[in-house]
């Protein structure tokens, strides 16, 4: 690019921060007895009843990077095996895997959840039946293969949606809504949204607990570092009520950029096994939607994405919602999966490509000569490896005063002159493994 001032980039320094951490870590045998413990709280004479004669269960298991999920799923199957039930997997992710059974099957294996593994079949075809109508007119669809089931569980992690604010967000009553009606469900869902706001997810999700014989529901919360923190099971009829109490706890404990007005934020990982829409809004502030726009903290005025992550397999759909990206990125894009994403969720913004150059240097460079920001050592920047690992930041030396009076930041490496390889790239984010 042709500029008539040199680009001298600020300096800059890892910090660590500090959020609620989970009492079970990465431990799989800490989990297996969080989860039986939750399922144990379900009355043994309800389900000695409803297992005679091996009644069939579909087991709702949905496409984001949950941390552990497949350990969750594994124990809840041999937990409805041992009381006499014979389960089965169904895939329960709207539009994701490129509305396909093979593409559902795929996202659900990258997560460790296969057939041989789980030892259960997964029955992954997209065709569905409106079994109920919401009075706003909106048909809600469920996909056979769990309506051919004798029972149904719904297994989610709960947390806020990039997408809107309401009592009842991402969770098990959106999965039971949206996700269990596969590609032809969620789009009519997300159509009716446009006038009648998500809101309707509360609505909808009473509808189907009273057609659906759900036998439980299985909540997961994540703590500040991604790690699962909590286990529950909830019975149908306290399904919505407890997933509101469960979103507010899911509010407090979640990771943020804990700066306000920057003018650059540096992604280096995007994908859509790190957010629905490849990087959180709750986190970046930013999202541009026709049932409304967001934008809050930390308020950024460029978005920077350096890569999309090898879990997403191609979809990059949010990617509209970056001001500038490398060429690699876009060139790792696949645009069928991509598209029928943002469409199906209504937002084709979502899947428009930003301007790209070839390397960090040259988008860093167009970042900051369109910040309005005269002096470049007082530029306001974040780098992040992604919006789901917020430990370490990398900050500018304008944010210094700010990292001081935060007391859960702290510095883990010295100030820099951020350095460029021979290719004009970053080097690797910090890591202390």
Request: hydrophobic residues 40%.
């Amino acid at each position: 690019m042709n500029n008539h001032m040199p680009f001298i980039f600020p300096e800059m320094a890892f910090v660590r921060q500090r959020f609620f951490m989970s009492g079970i870590q990465h431990d799989p045998e800490a989990i297996r007895g969080a989860v039986r413990e939750s399922l144990d709280s379900i009355p043994h004479d309800f389900l000695s009843i409803q297992s005679k004669n091996r009644k069939s269960v579909a087991v709702a298991v949905g496409s984001r990077n949950i941390d552990n999920l497949h350990v969750v799923v594994d124990q809840c199957l041999r937990f409805l095996e041992q009381n006499g039930f014979k389960p089965f997997i169904v895939p329960a992710m709207g539009s994701h895997g490129g509305a396909t059974a093979a593409g559902q099957k795929g996202v659900l294996a990258k997560y460790g959840i296969t057939q041989d593994r789980m030892k259960v079949p997964i029955v992954a075809d997209m065709e569905t039946q409106c079994v109920a109508t919401h009075p706003s007119g909106l048909n809600l669809f469920i996909s056979k293969a769990a309506l051919a089931a004798d029972h149904l569980i719904i297994i989610n992690r709960i947390k806020p949606h990039t997408k809107f604010k309401a009592d009842i967000e991402s969770g098990l009553c959106k999965m039971m809504t949206i996700g269990l009606g596969k590609d032809r469900g969620a789009s009519e869902f997300h159509r009716y949204a446009v006038d009648h706001t998500f809101g309707i997810i509360e609505d909808a999700a009473a509808i189907l607990l009273k057609k659906l014989n759900v036998l439980f529901g299985v909540a997961l919360l994540e703590d500040g570092y991604g790690n699962l923190a909590h286990i529950e099971a909830i019975s149908p009829d306290q399904l919505i009520d407890r997933e509101k109490n469960l979103l507010k706890k899911a509010f407090k404990m979640m990771g943020t950029i804990p700066f306000d007005s920057l003018d650059i934020l540096i992604v280096d990982q995007f994908g859509k096994d790190i957010s629905g829409i490849g990087m959180d809004s709750n986190i970046t502030g930013r999202h541009r939607d026709i049932v409304g726009d967001i934008k809050i903290a930390p308020n950024v005025k460029r978005i920077f994405v350096r890569d999309l992550s090898p879990g997403s397999d191609g979809n990059a759909n949010g990617i509209g919602l970056a001001d500038f990206a490398t060429s690699r990125l876009v060139d790792r894009i696949d645009m069928e999966k991509t598209y029928v994403n943002a469409i199906t969720a209504i937002s084709p913004e979502k899947a428009a490509t930003p301007l790209h150059f070839a390397n960090d240097k040259m988008c860093i460079d167009a970042c900051a000569r369109t910040t309005g920001v005269a002096n470049f050592n007082d530029l306001r920047v974040v780098r992040i490896k992604n919006t789901a690992s917020l430990k370490y930041l990398q900050v500018s030396r304008s944010l210094e005063n700010e990292v001081f009076e935060n007391p859960n930041m702290s510095f883990v490496a010295p100030w820099q002159k951020v350095t460029f390889n021979k290719s004009g790239n970053l080097p690797e984010f910090f890591s202390d493994e």
